[in-house]
Protein backbone atom coordinates (compact mmCIF):
# COMPACT_ATOMS: atom_id res chain seq x y z
CA UNK A 1 0.00 0.00 0.00
CA UNK A 2 2.52 2.71 0.60
CA UNK A 3 4.11 3.48 -2.31
CA UNK A 4 7.27 5.41 -0.77
CA UNK A 5 9.85 3.03 1.07
CA UNK A 6 12.39 3.74 3.76
CA UNK A 7 15.80 4.31 2.49
CA UNK A 8 18.41 3.14 4.21
CA UNK A 9 21.89 3.37 3.77
CA UNK A 10 23.62 0.17 5.24
CA UNK A 11 26.66 0.71 3.96
CA UNK A 12 27.48 4.35 4.15
CA UNK A 13 30.34 5.84 5.84
CA UNK A 14 29.02 7.66 9.44
CA UNK A 15 30.56 11.24 9.22
CA UNK A 16 31.52 12.08 12.87
CA UNK A 17 31.65 15.86 11.94
CA UNK A 18 35.14 16.41 13.49
CA UNK A 19 37.42 16.92 10.07
CA UNK A 20 37.75 20.69 8.85
CA UNK A 21 37.39 20.47 5.21
CA UNK A 22 39.18 23.60 3.44
CA UNK A 23 37.29 22.55 -0.02
CA UNK A 24 33.79 23.28 1.66
CA UNK A 25 34.53 26.96 2.18
CA UNK A 26 36.90 27.34 -0.79
CA UNK A 27 34.29 29.19 -3.06
CA UNK A 28 33.05 31.12 -0.21
CA UNK A 29 36.73 32.68 -0.05
CA UNK A 30 36.79 32.90 -4.00
CA UNK A 31 33.33 34.92 -3.21
CA UNK A 32 35.02 37.42 -1.06
CA UNK A 33 38.13 37.59 -3.19
CA UNK A 34 35.75 38.43 -6.44
CA UNK A 35 33.70 40.75 -4.43
CA UNK A 36 36.97 42.55 -2.52
CA UNK A 37 38.60 43.09 -6.36
CA UNK A 38 35.57 44.16 -8.31
CA UNK A 39 33.77 46.31 -6.03
CA UNK A 40 35.63 47.36 -2.42
CA UNK A 41 39.14 48.16 -4.20
CA UNK A 42 37.93 50.27 -6.98
CA UNK A 43 35.64 52.09 -4.50
CA UNK A 44 38.32 53.22 -2.66
CA UNK A 45 40.45 54.18 -5.05
CA UNK A 46 37.50 56.59 -6.51
CA UNK A 47 37.06 57.75 -2.49
CA UNK A 48 41.33 58.87 -1.92
CA UNK A 49 41.06 60.49 -5.69
CA UNK A 50 38.20 62.28 -4.58
CA UNK A 51 39.53 63.34 -1.48
CA UNK A 52 42.94 64.52 -3.08
CA UNK A 53 40.74 66.57 -5.20
CA UNK A 54 38.84 68.19 -2.61
CA UNK A 55 42.26 69.24 -0.81
CA UNK A 56 43.60 70.94 -4.11
CA UNK A 57 40.43 73.18 -4.23
CA UNK A 58 42.02 76.73 -4.65
CA UNK A 59 40.43 79.84 -5.21
CA UNK A 60 39.32 80.48 -8.76
CA UNK A 61 38.97 76.65 -9.59
CA UNK A 62 35.12 76.22 -11.42
CA UNK A 63 33.41 73.26 -9.82
CA UNK A 64 30.23 71.43 -9.53
CA UNK A 65 28.25 70.52 -6.49
CA UNK A 66 26.26 67.24 -5.97
CA UNK A 67 23.10 69.48 -6.69
CA UNK A 68 24.54 70.49 -10.28
CA UNK A 69 25.43 74.08 -9.17
CA UNK A 70 28.64 75.36 -11.18
CA UNK A 71 30.30 78.47 -9.54
CA UNK A 72 34.05 79.40 -9.28
CA UNK A 73 35.79 79.09 -5.32
CA UNK A 74 35.84 82.64 -4.12
CA UNK A 75 37.26 81.64 -0.53
CA UNK A 76 38.43 78.79 1.33
CA UNK A 77 36.34 79.43 4.67
CA UNK A 78 37.69 76.78 6.62
CA UNK A 79 38.80 73.25 5.93
CA UNK A 80 35.02 71.83 5.08
CA UNK A 81 33.69 74.92 3.53
CA UNK A 82 34.00 77.02 0.59
CA UNK A 83 32.28 80.30 -0.86
CA UNK A 84 31.83 79.98 -4.12
CA UNK A 85 30.28 82.26 -6.93
CA UNK A 86 27.35 80.78 -8.75
CA UNK A 87 26.46 84.57 -10.41
CA UNK A 88 27.92 88.19 -10.72
CA UNK A 89 27.86 89.24 -6.67
CA UNK A 90 26.15 86.15 -5.67
CA UNK A 91 28.26 83.84 -3.48
CA UNK A 92 26.96 80.91 -1.49
CA UNK A 93 28.80 78.50 1.26
CA UNK A 94 29.03 74.70 0.48
CA UNK A 95 30.41 71.78 2.69
CA UNK A 96 34.09 71.02 0.87
CA UNK A 97 32.35 67.61 0.57
CA UNK A 98 29.48 68.42 -1.54
CA UNK A 99 31.69 69.42 -4.64
CA UNK A 100 31.57 66.04 -7.05
CA UNK A 101 33.74 67.58 -10.01
CA UNK A 102 36.73 70.29 -10.69
CA UNK A 103 35.84 71.79 -14.08
CA UNK A 104 38.80 73.81 -14.71
CA UNK A 105 42.13 74.13 -12.17
CA UNK A 106 42.82 77.39 -12.02
CA UNK A 107 47.26 78.28 -12.43
CA UNK A 108 49.22 78.41 -9.43
CA UNK A 109 50.28 81.98 -8.96
CA UNK A 110 54.11 82.02 -9.34
CA UNK A 111 55.98 84.73 -7.22
CA UNK A 112 58.74 85.48 -9.41
CA UNK A 113 58.89 85.02 -13.26
CA UNK A 114 60.73 82.41 -14.33
CA UNK A 115 63.42 82.84 -17.76
CA UNK A 116 64.90 80.29 -19.08
CA UNK A 117 67.83 81.29 -20.66
CA UNK A 118 68.91 79.54 -23.85
CA UNK A 119 72.64 79.15 -23.78
CA UNK A 120 73.53 79.28 -27.83
CA UNK A 121 76.58 78.32 -29.31
CA UNK A 122 78.11 81.49 -29.87
CA UNK A 123 78.11 82.27 -26.39
CA UNK A 124 80.01 79.13 -25.73
CA UNK A 125 82.90 80.39 -28.14
Do not use: W
Amino acid sequence: MFLITAAHADGAPVSSGAGFDIMSFLPIILIFGVFYFLILRPQQAKAKKHQQTLTALRRGDRVVTNGGIIGTVTKLVSDNEIQLEIDDNVKVRFMRAMITDVLSKNEPVASEPVVKAKASKKSKE
